[in-house]
């Protein structure tokens, strides 16, 4: 079955970096674009990046362009937010979410990794 | 940018029909898709393709989209189908996903 796992979260000053991950198995990795989609404590759910099944195309939301990085690894299977000069107001559970290639949903989700950023 | 506008809340009792819409400039003209989310757990996708449903959704979800509108129905309502609903495209001129705010469904 389709599985997305989060990990990387944690409490980080700010200003500070992190870098989370998502683990995929279940399904044909390489066949598949992933998003970032984070959710503030109390609010809604918020899109942050987007990479294509190939790697070649990434679009960011812009409060997070220059700042974050979003990458994968076809020898891993893994897809990666690089997350730097963090605010105050990047504080939420992020979620890895794969894009069905046909209908462009957000058809599976991982359970999320919580990112808190505090002095 | 592209928004999308919901209800905050939608109030129904057991069994009857719940209507959650969500409107946007030509939205009939992009694929809408609706996810649920439940308290302290992950969002699910529930609706696809304005009206398609994955494969375990059950058939009371429906969907439909025209001119500005899109409308999440969820009939005969089960206390199970407490939750957060959120709409959501692609919007092509700026190749950002954009959800809407979320409409809190509350079973009576």
């Known amino acids: 079955q389709v599985q997305l796992v989060e990990s990387g979260g944690g409490v980080v000053q700010p200003g500070g970096s992190l870098r989370l991950s998502c683990a995929a198995s279940?399904?044909?990795?390489?066949?598949?674009?992933f998003h970032w989609v984070r959710q503030a404590p109390g609010k809604g759910l918020e899109w942050v990046a987007v990479?294509?099944?190939?790697?070649?195309?990434?679009y960011y939301v812009d409060s997070v362009k220059g700042r974050f990085t979003i990458s994968r690894d076809n020898t891993k299977n893994t897809v990666s937010l690089q997350m730097n000069s963090l605010r105050a107001d990047d504080t939420a559970i992020y979620y890895c979410?794969?894009?069905?290639?046909?209908?462009?949903?957000?058809?599976?989700w991982g359970q999320g990794t919580l990112v808190t950023v505090s002095s | 940018s592209y928004v999308l506008t919901q209800p905050p809340s939608v109030s129904v009792a057991p069994g009857k029909t719940a209507k959650i819409a969500c409107g946007g400039n030509?939205?009939?003209?992009?694929?809408v898709h609706w996810y649920q989310q439940k308290p302290g757990q992950a969002p699910v996708l529930v609706i696809y393709?304005?009206?398609a449903r994955p494969s375990g959704i059950p058939e009371r979800f429906s969907g439909s989209s025209s001119g500005n509108t899109a409308t999440l129905t969820i009939s005969s309502i089960e206390a199970g189908d407490e939750a957060d609903y959120y709409c959501?495209?692609?919007?092509?001129?700026?190749?950002?996903?954009?959800f809407g705010g979320g409409t809190k469904l509350t079973v009576l």
């Open positions: 979410a794969r894009r069905d290639p046909g209908s462009g949903a957000a058809d599976s």
């Open positions: 279940g399904f044909t990795y390489t066949r598949y674009g």
């Open positions: 990479i294509w099944f190939d790697g070649r195309d990434k």
């Open positions: 030509n939205l009939g003209a992009k694929s």
């Open positions: 393709y304005d009206s």
């Open positions: 959501q495209v692609w919007d092509s001129n700026s190749d950002h996903m954009v």
